[in-house]
């Protein structure tokens, strides 16, 4: 059937709205997709899901559909898990640090996959500031080694999500599939889901969604809707091993009122140029993202080790 019914039962308000079982929204968004869906209907699944927002129902059955499509890389070697770093929002007012958190973990020894692509025109990317650093996007999929930082365009992954996420550009507004990509882990052996979130519902939605799935996740606030911890604080980590969960750190009081080098300006150059002298030495890893390097290289050998300690 089309994707008519479901939007009888999600296009109703905020007050009439219901929700999908997991079959009926991993239906749904596997329509979406597959591009079975008129424009029109995708515009009225992205508004009336806007309005009513997602439940954790849901959320697992738009991650089912998708990862039943996306492309998946080799599993890393030793057992280690990918460490996917879903990159799309870009800097705002400090310059995006997802990047230098990339080569960060690359260099204690992770296979890093940092995956994304441009919503919103005149952001800078996280990928823009690697092919700065030289390291050019991925065309095809492959196993990335150990101290690798490999990146890809969305399109890689699935045509039909780059082209969900895309609609925004027409609608103004954000849609599921902008949830939904940053939790997937696109590889055939374990990954490790590096995520972030902004608002308080929300942060109860992804740990619900990572426990139902039973997901390697760290969850933290990002900076800007980064994953990438902000520089200036330290904030409250959870972790996810197979779904179980484990606080790691509360959210530490206060906010640094200068990094050292961390500059002002957000361009390209200006965070390519920061990025190289950190890991030059010349200038000292910002403490708070030090510290999530830490948990995701703990959380990395726990995952490899098959858990517990």
Same mark, same amino acid.
């Given at each position: 059937?089309?994707?008519?019914?479901?939007?009888?039962?999600?296009?109703?308000?905020?007050?009439?709205?219901?929700?999908?079982?997991?079959?009926?929204?991993?239906?749904?968004?596997?329509?979406?997709?597959?591009?079975?869906?008129?424009?029109?209907?995708?515009?009225?699944?992205?508004?009336?899901?806007?309005?009513?927002?997602?439940?954790?129902?849901?959320?697992?059955?738009? *991650?089912?559909?998708?990862?039943?499509?996306?492309?998946?890389?080799?599993?890393?070697?030793?057992?280690?898990?990918?460490?996917?770093?879903?990159?799309?929002?870009?800097?705002?007012?400090?310059?995006?640090?997802?990047?230098?958190?990339?080569?960060?973990?690359?260099?204690?020894?992770?296979?890093?996959?940092? =995956?994304?692509?441009?919503?919103?025109?005149?952001?800078?990317?996280?990928?823009?500031? *690697?092919?700065?650093?030289?390291?050019?996007?991925?065309?095809?999929?492959?196993?990335?080694?150990?101290?690798?930082?490999?990146?890809?365009?969305?399109?890689?992954?699935?045509?039909?999500?780059?082209?969900?996420?895309?609609?925004?550009?027409?609608?103004?507004?954000?849609?599921?599939?902008?949830?939904?990509?940053?939790? *997937?882990?696109?590889?055939?052996?374990?990954?490790?889901?590096?995520?972030? =979130?902004?608002?308080?519902?929300?942060?109860?939605?992804?740990?619900?969604?990572?426990?139902?799935?039973?997901? =390697?996740?760290? *969850?933290?606030?990002?900076?800007?809707?980064?994953?990438?911890?902000?520089?200036?604080?330290?904030?409250?980590?959870?972790?996810?091993?197979?779904?179980?969960?484990?606080?790691?750190?509360?959210?530490?009081?206060?906010?640094?009122?200068?990094?050292?080098?961390?500059?002002?300006?957000?361009?390209?150059?200006?965070?390519?140029?920061?990025?190289?002298?950190?890991?030059?030495?010349?200038?000292?890893?910002?403490?708070?993202?030090?510290?999530?390097?830490?948990?995701?290289?703990?959380?990395?050998?726990?995952?490899?080790?098959?858990?517990?300690?």
């Amino acid at each position: 059937m089309s994707i008519g019914p479901y939007i009888k039962i999600i296009g109703r308000g905020a007050r009439g709205a219901k929700g999908l079982e997991r079959a009926q929204a991993a239906d749904l968004l596997g329509q979406v997709l597959d591009g079975q869906a008129s424009d029109l209907e995708v515009g009225a699944f992205c508004v009336a899901m806007r309005i009513k927002g997602e439940t954790v129902e849901e959320m697992c059955g738009f *991650l089912d559909a998708a990862h039943a499509r996306s492309a998946r890389f080799p599993a890393c070697a030793q057992g280690r898990p990918l460490i996917v770093l879903p990159s799309y929002n870009g800097a705002r007012r400090l310059p995006v640090l997802t990047s230098l958190l990339a080569l960060l973990l690359a260099r204690q020894g992770q296979s890093v996959l940092l =995956h994304g692509m441009r919503t919103e025109a005149g952001r800078v990317l996280a990928s823009d500031v *690697l092919a700065a650093l030289d390291i050019p996007a991925l065309t095809a999929i492959k196993q990335i080694a150990s101290r690798e930082v490999a990146h890809v365009d969305t399109a890689l992954l699935h045509p039909g999500l780059a082209r969900l996420l895309a609609v925004r550009e027409t609608l103004g507004l954000r849609n599921p599939g902008h949830s939904v990509v940053k939790l *997937l882990g696109p590889c055939a052996g374990p990954a490790l889901v590096v995520a972030s =979130h902004t608002h308080p519902a929300y942060f109860d939605l992804l740990c619900s969604t990572f426990s139902t799935l039973g997901m =390697h996740a760290l *969850l933290s606030r990002g900076l800007e809707g980064e994953v990438a911890a902000d520089p200036r604080r330290t904030p409250r980590y959870d972790a996810f091993v197979a779904g179980a969960h484990a606080l790691l750190d509360e959210q530490q009081p206060g906010t640094a009122s200068e990094v050292p080098g961390l500059p002002s300006a957000i361009d390209v150059a200006s965070t390519a140029t920061y990025t190289r002298r950190v890991l030059a030495g010349e200038l000292p890893v910002p403490t708070a993202l030090q510290r999530q390097v830490e948990h995701i290289v703990h959380l990395s050998a726990r995952i490899a080790a098959g858990a517990p300690s």
